[in-house]
């Protein structure tokens, strides 16, 4: 089966694996880590979609789209973790306050100006934050953050919008 | 223009992440991580090579498909036919799906050839296309295959283009004949019927069609040849009836392509967008895209095309090609969850293809990061196998390692073997089995790397499908410090594997097993694979069975989930909805059990919707409840919250389950 779409770019098969993977993981872990702020966990997510992407090689649509591939499972992977996560936490605390527990309260905002970005970044809806990071850390288009997470190029732009527009009110005192 | 908190921001996600770990070289046992992981799609091909056999290599396991699914058998290898609707350029058409329906509207491309063989009253160049007759065509559906050439509506010597019991529809954009000005054209639905030159004997309708401020002519043509029943005559009178197209629609745009293709599924998007999947002419046998139109009128288009089967059974991705012969085309996800079954069509005989075309319509990941699973093409039991026909690769090195005869199944061999599958990833290893006149099964395999069994592959269905009388098979890499390897089943004795040493090129040090089950009672088996050192120490053991399905995400919760599964598979095997007797189900399961939608009302309780589809229903200890949707035992639904019918439980259980083993 040959692929219609093809791509002109390198080919990603080029050369060994491992030197694949020097190549491409360095920017799959820090975009892991700026979306998990967890060290261990962002080399994990980074080698699981490595291995995921690698061992599809045959199967990309396009395989000049490695690094676009790669950044793509890198989201997925940290928020079906993220989503894990909150289920979990959300099974607890339902448990604490079920047997008279108290919901635990929101953690005041840091007002030191990086820790305030910080944390405003960190409080922002889940889907807001991932495109906030590939948009302004990744200087992704608006396209590839919708391509990087599986939605409209007008759905991307929202998301980015409504995380510009919240981080502003949290952190205040910009204009528009 | 950059503000100061997008500055800001950069500024912070730059500085932390400088925090990452740096990554400066590749983790140990990479490869053979990748491979694993490859092994999943390989194990696709091998399984629709083995025909008999799901195959479940490295760790794959087997198949879980002892209850699932009723497979049916395709009659004399044709497709059943089904309703197919389809909008092209805002025509909607529904007819059989055994009626070849063209999309011709990418020929459009080709304006000014047309407008030149309009102005000499010519056929268009290296065509028997006439458009000063057809016009420019759009549609085409007919009971029969004409092709992908000239159009039925047009040919240049004005003759019944129809086989004695054939007929059809065209709709295309009228250009010239007898042409009605436009602004006296009735727009449509309404049309007038007028003789046309070039589209004889049938009944020709004109009509108008606003499009970015203007009135476009369009011709709608349909005849029937001299010996076609009155039957059929009505059956085509009731697909023109039902055509429909809006009176309002974008101003005109052309796809991509510029060649016509055959319809072989349509349908609508929420959004009001319209898609096709078409079959068109490729290098090598044929490309099959994705043709979506969406709602101003704009084309986007992708596919795949130049299919590898054969020699492979399947090919492709949400859609492909798979071989004629297979009965079904499923995706099966790694995590257990019920298999998606794809939509199969023949391909018309016109594009001298032999394969059909399959396409899944929900529940295969188009996301390629979300593929975890297999694409399976479902093949009869027992057909023959050479072992070194593996799917997409070249074997570059093979060994018979162990043969003998089986005293009701013949000859059988044992075969490794290395194949480049051409993805620069190096040769994979392969283990096979086969017996000479039965077939068998083969799949990639990893290197040990130290440990006692790393996967297997085995056959799943009767033993005795197709008469063969063949034992089922249990193959794989053993540890070589494995002196005897037992298949210890859930039930029954013990069974000694043969083992037989691999030379050390393939797959390092290791050593294969191979277990045969004699037991005509059994279909699929369970049980541990456990390997014994020489002292009778055992040095491993590995399970054999259906892939066990995820645990639940706390404890708390895994014990609700488990409670539900035992229900879900007490109740299912036999299906008994209609007189459901819960002491019974309740002493079977060990689960306390009550009907009803009362979820607190017991462990589980059970909702019967009819005599088909029943939905459990199970409290977890935080107040939220999760549904168990059955359908007819083989069929089923999982969802967060109280449901009381199949198809109002959904969306998985996913974030309340670990994620599934690596």
């Known amino acids: 089966m040959e692929p219609i779409e ?22 799959a872990v820090r975009l892991a880590y700026l979306l998990t702020r967890d060290a261990a966990l962002a080399e994990d997510v980074a080698q699981e979609a490595f291995i995921r992407v690698a061992g599809r090689f045959r199967h990309l649509r396009s395989m000049g789209a490695f690094d676009a591939y790669l950044r793509k499972t890198v989201v997925n992977l940290c928020m079906s973790h993220h989503r894990r996560m909150r289920t979990a936490r959300a099974y607890a605390e339902r448990e604490r306050a079920r047997i008279g527990g108290r919901e635990a309260s929101a953690a005041p905002v840091d007002v030191e100006t990086r820790e305030e ?41 929202s998301l980015v919008f409504r995380a510009m527009e919240t981080l502003r009110r949290r952190i205040g005192g910009e204009e528009r | 223009m950059t503000t100061e908190l997008e500055t800001r921001l950069r500024q912070v996600l730059e500085h932390d992440a400088s925090h990452a770990p740096l990554v400066e070289r590749a983790p140990d046992g990479l490869r053979p991580r990748v491979r694993r992981r490859q092994a999943r799609s390989v194990a696709v091909g091998a399984v629709s090579v083995v025909a008999v056999v799901a195959v479940a290599f490295a760790g794959l396991q ?103 019991d054939g007929m059809g529809i065209y709709v295309g954009v009228d250009l010239g004949g007898t042409r009605v000005v436009s602004d006296e054209l009735p727009v449509w639905p309404d049309t007038v019927t007028i003789h046309q030159p070039g589209c004889e004997e049938g009944t020709l309708m004109r009509f108008g069609i606003r499009r970015g401020g203007d009135v476009v002519p369009y011709l709608l043509w349909y005849g029937t040849g001299p010996e076609t029943s009155d039957t059929s005559r009505a059956e085509l009178d009731t697909i023109v009836d039902a055509l429909t197209v809006s009176a309002d629609q974008p101003e005109i745009r052309v796809p991509g392509t510029d060649s016509p293709g055959f319809v072989l599924w349509g349908g609508t998007n929420d959004d009001g967008s319209t898609w096709t999947i078409e079959a068109r002419p490729s290098e090598r046998n044929i490309d099959l895209n994705a043709v979506t139109r969406e709602t101003d ?64 319509a929900a529940g295969y990941p188009t996301k390629d990061d979300a593929f975890d699973g297999e694409l399976v093409a479902v093949m009869p039991p027992r057909q023959t196998l050479d072992p070194a026909d593996v799917p997409g690769g070249v074997v570059t090195d093979r060994a018979i390692i162990g043969e003998g005869v089986h005293p009701d199944a013949g000859p059988w061999t044992v075969e490794v073997s290395l194949v480049d599958l051409g993805d620069g990833l190096g040769p994979m290893p392969n283990l096979g089995f086969m017996f000479t006149e039965h ?35 249990i193959v794989g890499p053993v540890t070589i410090d494995a002196a005897r390897v037992e298949f210890e089943p859930v039930r029954g004795e013990p069974i000694e594997a043969q083992l037989f040493p ?80 819960v002491a019974m189900l309740t002493k079977d399961t060990g689960v306390d059990i009550a009907l009803g939608a009362d979820p607190a009302a017991a462990d589980v309780v059970v909702a019967v919707e009819d005599d088909d589809h029943a939905v459990l229903l199970a409290l977890l200890p935080d107040g939220q409840v999760l549904c168990l949707g059955v359908e007819g035992g083989t069929n089923f639904r999982y969802g967060v919250g109280v449901a009381t019918t199949y198809e109002g439980c959904g969306g998985g259980w996913g974030d309340y389950l670990l994620p599934p083993d690596p």
């Open chain 1, 6 to 27: 093809t791509s002109t770019s390198q080919d990603p098969a080029a050369g060994s694996l491992e030197e694949l993977y020097v190549r491409h993981a360095p920017d």
């Open chain 1, 117 to 157: 970005v910080r944390a405003a970044l960190a409080a922002l809806p889940e889907r807001q934050r991932v495109a906030v990071v590939l948009r302004f850390y990744g200087d992704l288009s608006e396209q590839q953050v919708g391509d990087a997470m599986g939605c409209s190029v007008t759905a991307a732009r």
């Open chain 2, 62 to 164: 087997l198949f879980d498909g002892d209850d699932h699914f009723t497979p049916t058998p395709v009659q004399e290898g044709e497709r059943p036919v089904f309703e197919r609707t389809a909008t092209i350029e805002g025509f909607t058409v529904t007819g059989p799906s055994d009626w070849p329906l063209v999309d011709y509207w990418p020929v459009a491309r080709r304006a000014p050839e047309i407008a030149d063989a309009v102005a000499q009253g010519e056929t268009v160049p290296g065509s028997q296309w006439y458009p000063g007759a057809a016009g420019v065509p759009v549609l085409q559906l007919t009971n029969y295959d004409p092709g992908l050439g000239a159009p039925i509506c047009g040919s240049p010597t004005g003759d019944n283009p129809f086989p004695s």
């Open chain 2, 297 to 360: 009128g704009t084309y986007s288009e992708g596919g795949f095309g130049d299919f590898d089967v054969p020699p492979k059974d399947i090919d492709g991705g949400f859609m492909g090609a798979v071989s004629e012969e297979a009965e079904r085309v499923e995706f099966r996800p790694a995590d257990g969850s019920p298999a998606a079954v794809a939509l199969v069509s023949d391909i018309p005989a016109s594009l001298d293809y032999e394969a059909d075309a399959y396409y899944f």
């Open chain 2, 439 to 473: 077939g068998g099964s083969a799949g990639s395999v990893q290197p040990l790397e130290g440990a006692v069994f790393r996967g297997f592959g085995t056959t799943l269905g009767s033993p005795d499908a197709g008469g063969s009388h063949a034992p089922i098979d």
């Open chain 2, 502 to 581: 691999i030379p050390e090129r393939f797959l390092g040090p290791a050593q294969a097993f191979l277990v045969f089950i004699d037991d005509a009672d059994v279909t699929h088996p369970k049980g541990d694979l456990v390997a014994y050192a020489p002292d009778g120490r055992e040095l491993g053991r590995t399970w054999v069975g259906p892939t066990r399905e995820p645990a639940g995400i706390v404890p708390e919760v895994d014990a609700v989930i488990r409670d539900l599964r035992a229900v879900r598979d007490a109740i299912s095997s036999p299906p008994r909805f209609d007189d459901l007797d």
